[in-house]
């Protein structure tokens, strides 16, 4: 690609379509609509456009729904099925389908992500900047520029940028709004210029932007995950060391997380992290450094996805330990199945894992979530749900905390020890006041506790630093 050409002028507001409106591209749509640009979300799926056309969010995310019908009003959002209109719309088209892990590999499938470049490229006849926010192994950018220039009847008009993205579910309005940094990996000054005509009201706030070319680029997202993922096995690895020794993994965390080089943030031990980014993305990271003959370079990541899976064995160990030695027709009380709170998403989900372990081992088990149940049926169909948190722990013999939701955080030990068959809980999540339900009358349990632990000495400020 020539860096040095222009393919034609800046729109001080350029238009902009997002290809993908799954939980990323509907969010960035959103978003960008709310911020006053003129936006075409653009999917293959019929079903998504119209529920998304409908005003209708097709997964959970908080603020979301409010904030589409907000922008729908406007008529600053359109949604479509069409490539050709989308390339006639677009002077910003950013890329934002999915990147899953490949059936019997750990490499990431990418043929959603080149179906849409080139689909788009071969369409395009006028000046248009097309940016891939999807994750990606190192190098894809490239292969894809290529691609691109191959496809497309006018090249010369046609250039390719990356902008990763950071979104945290459950806050993505807001990490879209307003991110901590922005990331643009650009071949050309038309392309940088481009980019921030697109975020204008984002830099304008002052929010921290990177420059940098489209490797580098591509490398951020999938080096902070894998940053992020081995601080929750590091901790989780402590977790097992704790258990062995007798010492509280709490307490541990909490004085690591005064040290400024450390921080409590993801310092947060329990049962390991899921969905899907971090699991997907630490894989196919592992995998490309071997392609590249660097594998040696991240073979930790192996341990850490690997101290991840252990979480979700032991605590199932611990659930069998309250009920006797064995889960066998004993009835257990799942709470959760969603990957995080404030999500719907149950992409390799330890709460469903565990619940389906559970079940192997001849276990009754029942599983509660607020958002989650409708995908985790359709998942997971072995598994019986019930419709109430009370009547998912009724007549339980152990009850087990596997996604940290409010309504269970905040649920009140006496009350549902009138409903329980047995008061036996494991915290798999860190989450519950240990000597609260300790008061009354519950065996209680967590990952990397002592048994026999009665308080747990941890200032207010201290559980402040140490989060997820």
């Given at each position: ?152 009847p006018n090249p010369d008009l046609v250039q390719l940028a990356w902008n990763p993205e950071f979104l945290r579910e459950g806050y993505a309005v807001q990490d879209t709004l307003r991110p901590d940094r922005l990331v643009f990996g650009v071949q050309s000054e038309w392309a940088e210029e481009m980019l ?263 200032s207010e400020d201290a559980k402040d630093k140490v989060t997820v």
């Amino acid at each position: 690609m020539n860096t040095t050409a222009t393919p034609g002028p800046v729109p001080a507001r350029p238009k902009l379509t997002v290809i993908g409106t799954g939980y990323l591209g509907a969010t960035h749509a959103v978003a960008m609509a709310s911020l006053g640009y003129d936006v075409l979300g653009v999917d293959v799926d019929q079903s998504k456009i119209d529920k998304l056309a409908s005003g209708e969010v097709p997964f959970f995310e908080p603020g979301l729904p409010e904030l589409l019908q907000e922008v729908m009003a406007t008529g600053k959002l359109r949604f479509t099925t069409s490539f050709d209109e989308a390339a006639e719309f677009g002077d910003v088209h950013f890329i934002c389908v999915g990147t899953p892990q490949l059936h019997g590999s750990h490499a990431a499938n990418l043929e959603y992500v080149e179906s849409a470049f080139t689909t788009l490229a071969s369409k395009i006849t006028t000046p248009a900047l097309l940016v891939g926010k999807s994750t990606v192994p190192v190098g894809t950018a490239a292969r894809l520029t290529d691609m691109v220039q191959m496809t497309s009847p006018n090249p010369d008009l046609v250039q390719l940028a990356w902008n990763p993205e950071f979104l945290r579910e459950g806050y993505a309005v807001q990490d879209t709004l307003r991110p901590d940094r922005l990331v643009f990996g650009v071949q050309s000054e038309w392309a940088e210029e481009m980019l921030r005509a697109a975020f204008a009201p984002i830099l304008e706030v002052g929010t921290p932007l990177v420059v940098a070319d489209l490797r580098t680029a591509e490398l951020v997202k999938v080096a902070a995950n894998s940053f992020l993922a081995t601080k929750i096995s590091y901790i989780n690895a402590m977790a097992e060391v704790c258990e062995a020794t007798g010492a509280d993994v709490n307490l541990l965390a909490s004085a690591l997380s005064y040290d400024d080089r450390i921080g409590g943030r993801f310092l947060k031990p329990g049962l390991g992290f899921g969905g899907g980014c971090l699991p997907k993305d630490i894989r196919a990271f592992a995998h490309r450094a071997e392609e590249l003959g660097v594998g040696q370079a991240v073979a930790f990541l192996h341990e850490v996805d690997a101290i991840n899976a252990r979480r979700r064995m032991r605590t199932v160990d611990l659930v069998r330990e309250l009920a006797g030695g064995s889960v066998k027709g004993k009835r257990i009380a799942c709470l959760g199945a969603a990957f995080k709170p404030n999500s719907d998403d149950i992409r390799d989900a330890p709460a469903l894992d565990v619940a389906d372990m559970l079940r192997a081992e001849s276990a009754d088990v029942v599983v509660y979530d607020p958002e989650a149940m409708k995908n985790a049926a359709k998942a997971y169909p072995q598994l019986t749900y019930a419709e109430t948190f009370s009547q998912a722990i009724k007549g339980a013999e152990v009850v087990v905390l596997l996604t940290e939701w409010d309504q269970f955080r905040n649920a009140d030990p006496e009350m549902m020890g009138e409903l329980v068959a047995h008061k036996a809980i494991v915290d798999g999540r860190h989450a519950l006041d240990a000597t609260a339900y300790r008061a009354a009358g519950w065996e209680y349990r967590a990952l990397g506790r002592p048994a026999d632990v009665k308080t747990v000495r941890l200032s207010e400020d201290a559980k402040d630093k140490v989060t997820v």
